[in-house]
């Protein structure tokens, strides 16, 4: 069977140390880059939505947010509605940095797809959303408690 995974865990590795090492000079660290983006992308999402679309637990989502909030790149607002759900902003210091993040993110995707066609980079997304659809499944379903069975 083909080590799909290793590889795909090889590739993420790589982009996420390449990241951090050129998001240092913001002070965006661990990840927080992919935070930030969620958060410029989908204004007032709470905690719970942004852990779930990035595929973290609340803890480690909750880790990044403070962060993120101490450096002063998002601010948490109260709901209208229900003063206890709080909506997660960027501030302008976030809004700033966005476009830098976009546009190395832009970059990578274009280094990553250099010599396939526009027909195979496709059917790479393709493939590859049907594998993340995959592999949801199971993490959301160990995410509740459950143990799977190999």
Do not use: H
């Not at 880059?33 to 719970?48: D, H, S, T």
């Not at 709901?79 to 206890?84: G, M, S």
């Amino acid at each position: 069977m083909a080590e799909i995974l290793r590889e795909i865990g090889m590739i993420a590795r790589a982009l996420d140390s390449i990241s951090n090492i050129e998001f240092k000079e913001y002070d965006l660290t661990k990840g927080q880059y992919l935070y930030l983006v969620r958060i410029c992308e989908n204004p007032g999402i709470i905690q719970e939505k942004l852990a779930e679309m990035i595929k973290v637990d609340r803890t480690t989502a909750a880790r990044a947010i403070k962060k993120l909030e101490e450096n002063n790149f998002i601010q948490k607002t109260a709901d209208a509605d229900n003063r206890k759900i709080k909506r997660l902003l960027p501030t302008e210091k976030g809004e700033y940095i966005y476009p830098m993040i976009k546009k190395e993110n832009d970059y990578s995707n274009q280094v990553a797809l250099k010599g396939l066609t526009e027909k195979e980079a496709e059917k790479l997304v393709y493939l590859l959303e049907k594998v993340r659809k995959n592999i949801e499944v199971d993490w959301e379903f160990v995410k509740k408690g459950n143990k799977r069975q190999y």
